[in-house]
């Protein structure tokens, strides 16, 4: 037991079980949940994440921290798409010009200026190992 309490903090953090585990940084605040969606396809990226993706996870927001364990996950390629749900009403809110007012953000930092990121644009190799990622949420 005394192994276990001298272990930095950083090791603790870390998922034993092989997945994909995302950090979600830039949480405005910890008002409502982030939705992690993973998707393995273009099919429906980003913007059809309840119906398309692979796997969803709802987190709720703490202390403005996020963070999505995605686990038992097949060697691969994928991109991730996160949405901060401040209301909770299960989308991205928008306004009238279509801009989104609550956060959102891509696997690889994939950008938005002009719309939603191509999968290609946000996918990553998955070899079905541990990976440990950091996406930014946008506002």
């Known amino acids: 037991m005394l192994l ?10 870390q998922s034993a079980c092989p997945g994909i585990h995302v950090k979600i ?3 405005r605040s910890s008002t409502g949940a982030v939705a992690c969606a993973l998707f393995e396809s273009s099919v429906g990226f980003p913007t059809e994440y309840l119906h398309a993706a692979t ?3 709802v987190i709720k927001v ?3 921290q996020a963070r999505c364990d995605f ?9 991730l798409a996160v949405v901060h749900d401040e209301n909770m009403n299960g989308k991205l809110d928008v306004n009238w010009l279509g801009i989104p007012v609550e956060g959102y953000g891509f696997s690889n930092d994939a950008s938005a200026l002009l719309g ?3 999968f290609a644009a ?4 998955y070899d079905g190992e ?3 990622m950091t996406i930014s949420l946008n506002y």
Do not use: H, K
């Not at 276990?4 to 953090?13: D, E, F, G, I, N």
């Not at 946000?122 to 190799?125: I, K, L, N, R, V």
């Open 71 to 79: 686990e038992d996950i097949a060697p691969g390629s994928y991109a």
């Open 130 to 132: 541990n990976l440990e």
């Open 25 to 27: 940084l830039d949480i």
């Open 122 to 125: 946000a996918s990553f190799p």
């Open 62 to 64: 703490r202390d403005r």
């Open 116 to 118: 939603a990121p191509s």
């Open 55 to 57: 796997q969803i996870m």
């Open 4 to 13: 276990v309490a001298t272990l930095p903090a950083s090791v603790l953090a």
